[in-house]
């Protein structure tokens, strides 16, 4: 039978967007069930692949990564940007793209010159354009 997702399941995944550390004893209190129905939905989401994993989120600023950057960049080497990216300290995020430009590069450098050092790495790839993030305004927004 397939586990269609309620109203309570949302609110299970928004509490552990939230934090994933939420024990289910905080969870049950706040979804106003005992604590193995609240168990068991969550091993359904998870079995289901709706909840693909937990996550832990950094201070970049205090991990000296606080220059954020996407980089627009247009590309016939594929595989090689895929792999370069993949072994590319400063890369978060790769995704391809429709459009003039087919890769959007997510990139975390302490500085401006890291930024430019790691852009003359990029050169061989084919054209890109960067832009660098002054704030950043809404992230891993929960869509339920």
Known sequence: MEHIMDDI???????LQYNARMSISQ????VSMSQ??????????????IISGYNTVFNLRDLNRGTTTFILLKTEHCQ???DFCKNAMEVTDLFRISGEYNYLIKVQTASIEELAE????????????SHISLKNILENRVLL
């Open 9 to 15: 399941d949302k609110k299970i995944m928004a509490l």
């Open 27 to 30: 969870i049950s209190k706040e």
């Open 36 to 49: 193995p129905s609240v168990k068991e939905r969550i091993i359904k989401l998870e079995e289901k692949n």
């Open 80 to 82: 090689e940007i895929t």
């Open 118 to 129: 790691f852009q003359d790495c990029l050169i061989k790839f084919g054209p890109s354009k």
